[in-house]
C-alpha cells in the first residue's frame, strides 16, 4: 500500500533504522510514487547515514524524474520490498472516569471532558499543517549557568528573586523599606515587601512573621482572629509576600512591631485571560516515562503511540513530556533490585526505542526530571550532548527545568515538579495533598514561584538570576513527579499534573504512593479544554 502521509513515511524510516529532515519527508510524501521513492532514497543511502537529507531526497526524486518515474538499476530492481499496513486493531471506548474518582474538576473551574478509556483505536490518515506550527521557549538554563557555589551566588539569586516578585506585589502596596519603617513614629500605617525568613507562633495563638528586604528584617504580627489568618497556613520560608497595617505605639523605641491588617500573595490576577491558539490543535501532555524501571507499562505506552497515528488524534500536533524519561540509577534506596535496564546509558537508548513508535509529524519538547541523567539542583539545564544524541529522535528539542514553552501562542509553564513534595507536606491537607496535585500547583501559582523554599528537600542551584521566577502568567502549568494525575483551573491557568507510565514499584508502595499510571491528558489549544485517554 502506497506510504500516502508524513507519519506513515516516518514510520517506515524508524523501522528501517532511519531518520529523516522535516523537509525530506515532505519531499517523498509528494513524490508519484511515495513507496518506491522511499525505497530508493533509503537504498542510495551511504552506509554511514542515518538519517536521510532533503538534498538526498531531492537527488532521488530527480532521477525518478529523468527515467520517466521508473527506478533505475542502481534502485531496488526486484520491486518487491514494500509496505504493507497492518489489520486495523479493534476500538475499545470506556466511560468517562467519575468526578470522585477522576480529580477532574476544582471550585475554580471546569476543564473540559473527563477520563476516556482507550484501547487500540483504528488507524487513519494524519495530516498536519506544518506552516502553521510555532514553538519557542524561554527561561532556558541550559548553556547559561554561572553558580560556582559561592556565597555571592546565592546573595545574587535571592536579591534577584526579591527585586522581581517584589516588583509585582508594589503595584498593589505603597511599601517602604524595612530601615524606614524603623524610624516611624508609633500608631501610623504602613506596608512592607519582604522576603518570609521566619514563621511561629505565640503563646496566645497568634503568628509572628519575620520579613526580611535587602534593608534589613522586621516582625509583623498576624492575630489568630483575622479573617485572613489561615493564609499563614500557606506561606513558605523564602517566599516573597506583602503586607499592610499599623506599628505598635513604641515603634520609634527600636522595639516595634506592625499589626498586620493585609496579606498579599504576588499571586494570578483573578482577571487574567489566557491565550489560545487561532486554530484546533492540540498537545498531548505527559511526564514519568520512567523507561529502564521493571514498572515501565510497555504495553500501555505502545498503545498511546498506536492512538497517535489514529484520525482521532489527527490534530494532536504537540508532544510535551515533563520530566523523567528514564528510571536512572541510585535515585533512591535499592532501586538496583527494581530495574529492567541497569545501565543509565541503555536507558535512554531504550527510551528513543519507544519514542519511535510515536508519529514522526509530531513536534516534540522534553525537560529532565530528578531521574534524568542531569543535575539534581534546580534549574535544571537540559541533557548533554552525548544524551541529546542517544534522543534525537524525531528531531525532538530539548530544553532546561522549568522552561516556558509558547505553542501557537499558548504560553505552558513546564516544570518537572520536586517542589511539590515540599509543599504537600509544609502545608494542611485541603491546600495540597498527593490526591489533589493541581491544588499544590496553585500554591506556586499563587506565590509566582516553582520552588520558593531554600534549604529543604528541593536542591536550588545559586544563578545570577533566578530562574524559577514566575515573571508573566502562563496560561497553561504542566507539571509531573509526584506521579497523580490532577487538573482544574486557577484564576483562569490550567494547571495539570500528568500522572506517569510506571505502575508501583517496591519503593513508592512502601512510602504509600499509588499512581495514576498509563494516562495522556490531551489538550485543545484553541479553547484550553482537556481531554484525559486512559491506555493502562
Known amino acids: ?257 506592625l499589626f498586620v491588617d493585609s496579606l498579599y500573595f504576588p499571586d494570578v490576577p483573578r482577571t487574567y485571560k489566557p491565550s489560545t491558539a487561532d486554530r484546533h490543535v492540540q498537545a498531548a501532555l505527559i511526564s514519568d516515562v520512567h523507561v529502564g524501571s521493571q514498572e515501565f507499562m510497555a504495553d500501555a505506552w505502545s498503545r498511546f503511540a498506536d492512538w497517535l497515528h489514529t484520525e482521532e488524534a489527527e490534530h494532536v500536533e504537540y508532544l510535551l513530556v515533563a520530566g523523567d524519561m528514564v528510571e536512572g540509577v541510585g535515585v533512591y534506596p535499592n532501586q538496583d533490585e527494581e530495574l529492567d535496564i541497569v545501565d543509565i546509558y541503555d536507558q535512554y537508548e531504550q527510551f528513543s526505542e519507544y519514542l519511535k513508535e510515536v508519529p514522526g509529524d509530531l513536534e516534540i519538547l522534553m525537560i529532565p526530571g530528578n531521574h534524568d541523567a542531569v543535575r539534581l539542583a534546580e534549574p535544571q539545564p537540559g541533557f548533554d550532548e552525548e544524551l541529546r544524541d542517544i534522543m534525537s529522535v524525531h528531531d525532538a528539542r530539548i530544553s532546561g527545568n522549568p522552561s516556558t514553552v509558547t505553542v501557537e501562542g499558548v504560553d505552558i509553564l513546564m516544570y518537572h515538579g520536586v517542589s511539590l513534595d515540599e509543599v504537600i507536606a509544609e502545608l494542611p491537607d485541603e491546600k495540597a495533598s498527593y490526591d489533589d496535585p493541581h491544588k499544590a500547583m496553585y500554591q506556586l501559582l499563587k506565590k509566582r514561584h516553582v520552588a520558593p523554599q531554600f534549604g529543604g528537600k528541593t536542591r536550588l542551584a545559586p544563578e545570577e538570576k533566578d530562574y524559577l521566577v514566575m515573571d508573566s502568567v502562563p496560561d497553561v502549568f504542566h507539571t509531573g513527579h509526584v506521579h497523580k494525575l490532577g487538573w482544574g483551573k486557577y484564576h483562569n491557568v490550567l494547571a495539570v499534573n500528568s500522572g506517569c507510565w510506571q505502575e508501583q514499584t517496591a519503593f513508592q508502595k512502601s512510602v504509600n504512593i499509588d499512581p495514576d499510571a498509563g494516562f495522556a491528558p490531551i489538550l485543545d489549544l484553541d479553547t484550553l479544554d482537556m481531554t484525559v485517554r486512559q491506555f493502562s
Not at 466511560?95 to 474518582?101: H, I
Not at 556565597?151 to 522581581?164: M, W
Open 1 to 257: 500500500m502506497p506510504l500516502e502521509t508524513p507519519a506513515r513515511i516516518v514510520s517506515e524510516l524508524t523501522s528501517r533504522g532511519y531518520n529523516a529532515d522535516r523537509e525530506a519527508v515532505t519531499l517523498l510524501a509528494g513524490a508519484d510514487d511515495p513507496d518506491a521513492a522511499l525505497d530508493a532514497a533509503v537504498e542510495r543511502a551511504s552506509d554511514d547515514v542515518l538519517k536521510l537529507s532533503s538534498d538526498h531526497v531531492e537527488a532521488v526524486l530527480a532521477e525518478f524524474e529523468r527515467a520517466d518515474d521508473t527506478p533505475t538499476s542502481s534502485g531496488n530492481e526486484s520491486g518487491n520490498e514494500s509496505v504493507t499496513e497492518t489489520g486495523s486493531p479493534e476500538e475499545t471506548k470506556g466511560v468517562p472516569r467519575s468526578e470522585e474518582n477522576g480529580r477532574n474538576r476544582d471550585t475554580d473551574g471546569d476543564v473540559g471532558e473527563s477520563v476516556t478509556d482507550v484501547s487500540r483505536p483504528d488507524e487513519s490518515v494524519r495530516d498536519p499543517d506544518f506552516d502553521a506550527r510555532s514553538l519557542e521557549i524561554d527561561g532556558d538554563v541550559t548553556g547559561e549557568s554561572t553558580g560556582t557555589g559561592e556565597y555571592e551566588d546565592f546573595v545574587s539569586v535571592f536579591r534577584d528573586r526579591f527585586k522581581r516578585l517584589s516588583k509585582q506585589l508594589r503595584s498593589r502596596v505603597n511599601a517602604r523599606p524595612t530601615s524606614a519603617v524603623r524610624k516611624m513614629p508609633g500608631g501610623g500605617d504602613t506596608a512592607i515587601v519582604g522576603m518570609v525568613s521566619d514563621i511561629r507562633s505565640t503563646a496566645s495563638g497568634h503568628w509572628l512573621i519575620e520579613l526580611e528586604d535587602t534593608s534589613g528584617t522586621y516582625p509583623c504580627l498576624v492575630m489568630k482572629d483575622r479573617e485572613f489568618a489561615d493564609a499563614v497556613d500557606e506561606l513558605l520560608h523564602d517566599e516573597v509576600i506583602a503586607v499592610e497595617g499599623t506599628l505598635s505605639d513604641d515603634n520609634d523605641d527600636g522595639d516595634g512591631i
